[in-house]
């Protein structure tokens, strides 16, 4: 099946399962980080916080009347915030028969500058493809290589780091391992994609899907693709008001494009093929613009991502083809 085909839109809409990413909380403090980060930062329902948990509808009422007096402040100038998808709230507006069940471990939420609760979703990576056919996916829609063979994944988390960074990795049943890793700075939020060919066979045709969604952005949530414009690995949307931006990029490029039911951006990159015992990286970025001129806010990027991404990972990013 063609990369399209996974996104076009069927004509009937599927029937989930009851909950079946719930994450329990592990232990005190995880209980805490989550709830902060639902309530506070995601303000989350009750009947949302006991999706994505498993608690109770009466201990998420409690845990709303217990949080929510907590403050959210947003410094101006500050690293952009970053946090986890917590899970239990649809992150697509329409087309969810295209995602069901979608898994939060590839997903963050990168909040707008402007405004601390508006948010967009960055599915890194929502799917890979390969010779092999689709290799992974974040939510149920088409059959992969693996639940073709009736084989689950395992549930993951995003790791934070020391200095603030989220990272994920993740070791495919046949020895493909590929991960993410995202760092959250003034101007964007760059992120650094690598996989690695541990089976016995090459690899190749290794397109990418990396979806940000808009739902949680207030003023990007019409869904047409009127507002959004593509130039080079340049995915853009512009707000209602017409002066406030949301744009993600990655390199090397494969196909920028935006899917207007759902509402979302992409830019979608394509690894090198890849030998037995190599490893392949790409970058990419979400960032935000005020102003009118986004043409001239793409040649800035442009000009300043090979600087950005050496300083935050030692490496140029990719030019595109």
Sequence with gaps: MTLP?????????????????????????????????????HRFTPEEISAATGISLEDAKQSVTEFQQKPNPKLSGQPIKVLPYPGGRHPRIGFLDGAIDP??????SIFTPWDAHSYVVA???????????????AHKHIDTIWTKQKIDLPKLEW????????????????????????????QAVLMKMWLSNGTTSALSDLRVQNCVMLKGAHGFTAQTNTNKITEGPFQACRSQTGNRWIITAWKPLHRAWANAPVPCLHSDPKFPDTNPGESQTIFGLV???????????FHRLNQSWELWIKNSFGAPPVASP
Excluded: C
């Design 5 to 41: 085909s996974l996104l076009f839109p069927f004509l009937f809409i599927a029937t989930t399962s009851a909950q079946p990413n719930t994450r329990p909380f592990k232990n005190p403090e995880d209980r805490a980080t989550w709830l902060e980060n639902m309530i506070i930062h």
């Design 287 to 297: 960032s935000f613009f005020e102003g009118q001129d986004i043409h001239r806010e």
């Design 103 to 108: 898994q939060r471990e590839t997903k963050l």
């Design 123 to 137: 599915d890194v990576p929502e799917a890979i493809w390969s010779n092999l056919g689709l290799t992974y996916l």
């Design 159 to 186: 790791q934070r780091l020391t200095n603030g960074d989220y990272k994920i990795e993740r070791t495919l049943p046949n020895g493909i391992h590929f991960g993410t890793h995202a760092r959250s700075t003034p």
